[in-house]
């Protein structure tokens, strides 16, 4: 009986005691942090870069294909221009 007895009070102890972090497991924390920040913050960069540089090339390209169809409406308005002229020309000859 009083082994058990003295088994339950080391039991009792043992849960009262405070469980405090030692200085080397903090020291072990924070390199692992510092460790996963550093492999995840550069990826989260260049993401963002890859993100906006693909906005921009977007912007860009639209752009070009609304000046592409504005150069195709110019090239249609000056032949039609140059139609008009041609006629006008063999018009005012004759």
């Given at each position: 009986?009083?082994?058990r007895?003295?088994?339950?009070?080391?039991?009792?102890?043992?849960?009262?005691?405070?469980?405090?972090?030692?200085?080397?497991t903090?020291?072990?924390?924070?390199?692992?942090?510092?460790?996963?920040?550093?492999?995840?913050?550069?990826?989260?960069?260049?993401?963002?870069?890859?993100?906006?540089?693909?906005?921009?090339?977007?912007?860009?390209?639209?752009?070009?294909?609304?000046?592409?169809?504005?150069?195709?409406?110019?090239?249609?308005?000056?032949?039609s221009?140059?139609?008009?002229?041609?006629?006008?020309?063999?018009?005012?000859?004759?």
């Open positions: 009986m009083q082994d007895q003295k088994l339950l009070n080391d039991y009792d102890l043992e849960q009262k005691k405070e469980k405090n972090l030692t200085f080397r903090l020291i072990m924390v924070y390199l692992t942090m510092l460790l996963v920040m550093a492999i995840f913050l550069p990826m989260v960069y260049i993401k963002n870069q890859i993100y906006y540089t693909s906005r921009e090339m977007t912007k860009l390209y639209g752009q070009y294909e609304l000046l592409l169809e504005e150069n195709r409406d110019l090239k249609l308005k000056i032949e221009i140059r139609f008009k002229n041609q006629v006008l020309d063999v018009l005012s000859i004759d």
